[in-house]
Every structure is written in C-alpha cells, then in structure tokens.
C-alpha cells in the first residue's frame, strides 16, 4: 500500500485521548494469583472499522477462565454503551 500510495477508507480512531483531569492509577493485581472463576473481572472495548466510521465493541472478560461475560455493540463511545 505505501508503494502504490494507497489508502483505506476508514478514518483513524480517537480512543487513547485522556482527559488531563483523570486520575491514572499503579496496577494493583501485578502479584495476585489469579486461579480461581470470578476473583477478577476486566474489560475491553476495541473498535471496528465500518465503510461509515467505526463500531466499539466492550466485553467483560473473567480473567482466570478468559470467558466473555458480558459484551455490547455501539456506534458511539459513549458511557452509555458501558453502563448497561
């Protein structure tokens, strides 16, 4: 693609922007043994890029098992696609 000076049709993501009031916390699970279902939870929100933009999809995830526990589709980042 950089060759042929090709492009995609999608538009970049603007996911990592933080606000500069937020707080940033230490990872406080760098030495806890994770062995056992629900002991931790996290989640994940990534996107997917569509002719028209972009869709963000946020799972929860069990850490030890890796099995998605919950998941939700939006067309928007907004709080409300994490929320429900």
């Known amino acids: 693609m950089l060759i042929m000076d090709l492009r ?7 996911t990592t922007v933080p606000h500069p009031e937020h707080r940033k916390y230490l990872y406080l699970l760098r030495n806890l043994v994770m062995d056992r279902s629900s002991q ?5 929100i990534t996107y997917i ?17 890796r099995r998605v ?3 939700r589709l939006s067309n928007t980042m907004d709080v409300d696609g994490v929320l429900h």
Not at 8 to 14: D, H, K, L, M
Not at 50 to 63: E, K
């Open 8 to 14: 995609a049709i999608y538009q970049n993501p603007r």
């Open 49 to 65: 890029p569509m002719r028209r933009g972009f869709l963000y999809l946020v799972a929860i995830m069990d850490r030890a098992t």
């Open 69 to 71: 526990l919950a998941w």
């Open 40 to 44: 931790v939870w996290c989640s994940d």
